[in-house]
């Protein structure tokens, strides 16, 4: 079973920064796939950027520019860096990883989320 723990988010000035990581334990084989979701009240949840093993990343539109994703395939850690953050970026933001277990069983693992909220 892969266990997925956030961190990083908290209350930040529009304009501001914040910096989310996301831990991965567990016995795997092999993570491709990480990723960043978001889920403000009343919204369904949305992609804001991926990572695959190789490092090609892929970003939501309203985010480009602004944040970036990165990982560390060694410790099993994505993060996200957020920059310019608006008024609209508030939501909960949750870490997902999809890869293979050591039986070779894929899992499509979620964390339980951590509150960014961007106000003045």
């Known amino acids: 079973q892969v266990h997925l723990v956030e961190s990083g988010g908290g209350l930040v000035q529009p304009g501001g920064s914040l910096r989310l990581s996301c831990a991965a334990s567990?016995?795997?084989?092999?993570?491709?796939?990480m990723a960043w979701y978001r889920q403000a009240p009343g919204k369904e949840r949305e992609l804001v950027a991926r990572i695959t093993s190789g490092s090609i990343t892929d970003y939501g539109d309203s985010v480009k520019g602004r944040f970036t994703i990165s990982r560390d395939n060694f410790r099993h850690t994505v993060n996200l860096q957020m920059n310019s953050l608006q008024l609209e970026d508030t939501a909960v933001y949750f870490c997902n990883a999809q890869g293979l277990t050591l039986v070779r069983e894929s899992f499509d693992s979620w964390g339980q989320g951590t509150q960014v909220t961007v106000s003045s």
């Open positions: 567990g016995v795997t084989f092999s993570i491709n796939d």
